[in-house]
């Protein structure tokens, strides 16, 4: 594997990377001074001495019925249990508390996409009304009870949270699939998750269109039912009152209109059912390697108190702010930071049903302005999304954040630069948030008013989390080194998650096995969670997030990380995405391929490949050189938005391109298959068959559990 002279005999730990250190940008005066998080003396309060104590001061901004005599009980271990003997409700906490004092403040307010069509702002006076009549019904009408588990198929309308706080509100687990996803992928979850009544929309606007949602029901049922589950109810919400506006019929005796039955629980109310802090409060799913989806089951009082204390340090939330996270409540991000988060604050939570492009790219602009929206929390595929199809539209409105957030992947230093400069008027301060569906909450990031931003970084492990990072073997990579490795948390927090429903040996295998010190212990300090992520941590404590640890390329013994390679291609002016993935090459055992996307109004061109490469030989280095740059219409995307370098990688090397059918864009994966494997083939650069182990380290790129 060597190249020339150069002995390469790097392990995980010693990679180089070859990103730049990029420069830092202070928070500003204005923000510092009214921050929740400027007291320093909070970073001690929850440095390791104190642990796990120190996530009272999470816990205490809760309404608890009975506090905890345990605050982490490891006696089980890795199945960590928090705030132990304690007992809350969640819709209390996020309803009920707030009436005495903001009784008919806005809770969320909700923007159609149809820009003709009147927002809609709803109290917590009115949520708590109609929470608690959905529950009455839940109960009294389905016989449902806590501990049962109800699957939802719900787009970004004001429903969602409704029907998640009804559940929480009697203790019954709720299961939201996004909106997006097949029928089947929500039937699969229904049996995943044993669920017998299932809660959906008949239909909602999206790009323009008014989509028949209800059709997915029938198919989640069918789907379930072949797989020995039996959905007794299909209750419908109707996204305009009093007309079903799908053309799939309805089904006599199980399918029901919720409108019309709730009429029978007007007024009704049913007390919160006080739930052990460790009793789930619902699950997300997210993929992994095999087939069945994982559950992620996420408790009461640590899930709680942990989007609390992080809505309240890391997005600043007060009260009286306006809020806007545009991610989907069917992820991970709406749950804790579009709903739980912010309602367990008391805040105002704007939700916005469509395509933040439509009708045009000042769309979002349009409705911080006219909202007054001082936070605003998206992620890099958006903004890259924003950048390119309206990169001058934000300073076209007159509208104030105060804060940004980014999530969901890394940033490039690039696009950041232009989120902060543009979208954030130079004003905005910017936390890069990383964590994960497993984890509830966020677990790198800068403290908005203590720590100067650094773009492309998330920044420390934030308040009560010790991450460290692994190399292959073991060993600890040195602190501060900026040599790459796994990332993984040294500590247990209030809002990991409980277990896999249904699989908790697939949860110790697949988060705890690779790093535990010894699997008979009940010491936490022997269980690190494994991330699944490379990454490294620069001198200054700040750490790099280098995407999914089976996304990166080896190079002639180089480990290149696909977000430097994408981040050097993002420097060219015309390009707005870029995906980089490894092809079979004889000479150097693998090479780079790139794949870009260009801005609107730049048309393909051997210069722009060539720019590409340039920016690439000059930024990583030659080693780096990609065999070819494909200039293509999109990306094959998930639903969340995040690059599916698989499949591009798949076509780059005439391999299976694996599962398609949970992409946001599958129609884009034939017409790129068709350009560069014939261009290839017209170039004679077809590769021979593939060994074994080339084959598998394809099909395992890009897909860590
Ligand atoms: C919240 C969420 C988790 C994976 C995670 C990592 C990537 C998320 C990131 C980030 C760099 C950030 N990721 N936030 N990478 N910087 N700020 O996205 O959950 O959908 O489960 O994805 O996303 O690779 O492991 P989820």
């Not at 069945?292 to 709680?304: A, I, M, N, V």
């Amino acid at each position: 594997m060597a190249v020339g002279s150069e002995q390469v005999e790097l392990t995980e730990a010693q990679i180089a990377v070859h990103w730049k250190e990029e420069e830092y940008y202070p928070p500003s005066a204005k923000f510092i001074a009214q921050a929740n998080g400027a007291d320093p003396s909070r970073l001690e309060r929850f440095a390791e001495e104190n642990f796990p104590e120190c996530f009272r001061e999470y816990a205490d901004l809760l309404t608890w019925d009975r506090y905890w005599h345990t605050t982490l009980d490891t006696g089980n271990a890795p199945f960590w249990k928090w705030w132990v003997g304690g007992k809350l409700n969640a819709s209390y906490n996020c309803v009920d508390r707030h009436l005495a004092s903001s009784r008919n403040k806005a809770a969320f307010i909700w923007v159609p996409e149809p820009e003709d069509e009147e927002t809609r702002v709803i109290t917590y006076q009115e949520l708590y009304a109609t929470v608690n009549e959905f529950a009455a019904f839940l109960r009294d009408g389905c016989g449902l009870k806590a501990g049962d588990r109800v699957t939802f198929h719900l787009p970004m309308v004001p429903e969602l949270p409704v029907a998640m706080l009804a559940c929480a509100r009697l203790g019954v687990i709720h299961s939201q699939v996004f909106g997006g996803f097949s029928g089947q992928a929500c039937g699969e979850r229904i049996v995943d998750s044993d669920s017998h009544i299932l809660i959906t929309m008949d239909a909602y606007c999206r790009n323009g269109e008014l989509i028949d949602h209800k059709q997915k029901a029938d198919e989640a049922v069918e789907h379930a039912q072949k797989n020995g589950a039996k959905v007794e109810k299909v209750l419908v919400w109707r996204r305009y009152a009093g007309k079903y506006s799908s053309p799939t019929p309805m089904v006599e005796g199980r399918d029901f209109f919720v409108d019309e039955l709730l009429v029978e629980y007007r007024g009704a109310r049913v007390a919160p059912e006080s739930m052990p802090a460790e009793a789930p409060l619902f699950l997300m799913y997210t993929s992994g390697t095999t087939a069945r989806p994982k559950g992620c089951q996420h408790s009461t009082g640590g899930y709680l108190s942990y989007v609390a204390g992080t809505s309240k340090y890391y997005l600043d939330i007060h009260p009286e702010d306006t809020y806007w996270c545009l991610a989907d409540i069917g992820w991970i991000t709406g749950h804790s930071y579009i709903v739980y988060g912010p309602l367990a604050l008391g805040t105002t939570s704007v939700m916005y049903e469509g395509v933040p492009t439509y009708p045009d790219a000042g769309r979002p602009w349009r409705i911080a302005e006219r909202l007054g929206v001082n936070i605003f929390h998206t992620a890099p595929t958006t903004i890259r999304m924003l950048r390119k199809a309206g990169p001058d539209e934000p300073k076209k409105y007159d509208y104030n954040f105060k804060l940004m957030v980014t999530v969901g992947e890394p940033i490039e230093p690039e696009v950041w630069r232009w989120y902060h400069r543009e979208v954030g008027k130079g004003e905005a301060a910017i936390v890069d948030t990383w964590w994960q569906t497993e984890n509830g909450g966020f677990l790198g990031s800068t403290l908005p008013a203590l720590h100067p931003m650094k773009p492309g970084s998330c920044g420390p492990g934030v308040l009560g989390i010790y991450p460290v990072i692994y190399d292959e073997d073991g060993k600890e990579v040195e602190a501060g080194s900026g040599k790459a490795g796994n990332i993984c948390i040294r500590n247990p927090w209030p809002g990991i998650f409980e277990t896999i429903w249904g699989q908790p040996e697939r949860y110790v295998e697949t988060y705890y096995a690779k790093y535990c010190k010894d699997r008979g212990s009940k010491d936490w300090r022997d269980w690190p969670y494994f991330a699944a992520d490379g990454a490294l941590q620069a001198a200054d404590g700040y750490f790099r997030i280098l995407g999914r640890v089976d996304d990166v390329i080896n190079v002639a013994g180089h480990r290149l990380g696909t977000k430097e390679l994408e981040s050097a291609a993002l420097t060219v002016e015309e390009i707005a995405e870029a995906a980089a993935v490894p092809v079979i090459d004889e000479m150097r055992g693998k090479a780079v391929e790139m794949y870009v996307a260009l801005k609107p109004g730049y048309t393909a061109s051997s210069q722009i490949e060539a720019g590409v490469t340039g920016a690439i030989e000059t930024i990583i280095g030659k080693i780096a050189r990609p065999k070819n740059v494909w200039i293509v219409q999109d990306m094959p995307k998930t639903r969340s938005g995040k690059i599916m370098r698989r499949v591009v990688a798949g076509i780059s090397n005439f391999t299976d391109p694996g599962d398609t059918s949970t992409l946001a864009n599958p129609e884009v994966v034939e017409a790129i298959r068709r350009h560069v494997q014939s261009e290839k083939a017209a170039r004679g650069d077809i590769p021979r068959p593939l060994s074994e182990q080339e084959l598998e380290e394809i099909r395992v790129f890009g897909q860590a559990e």
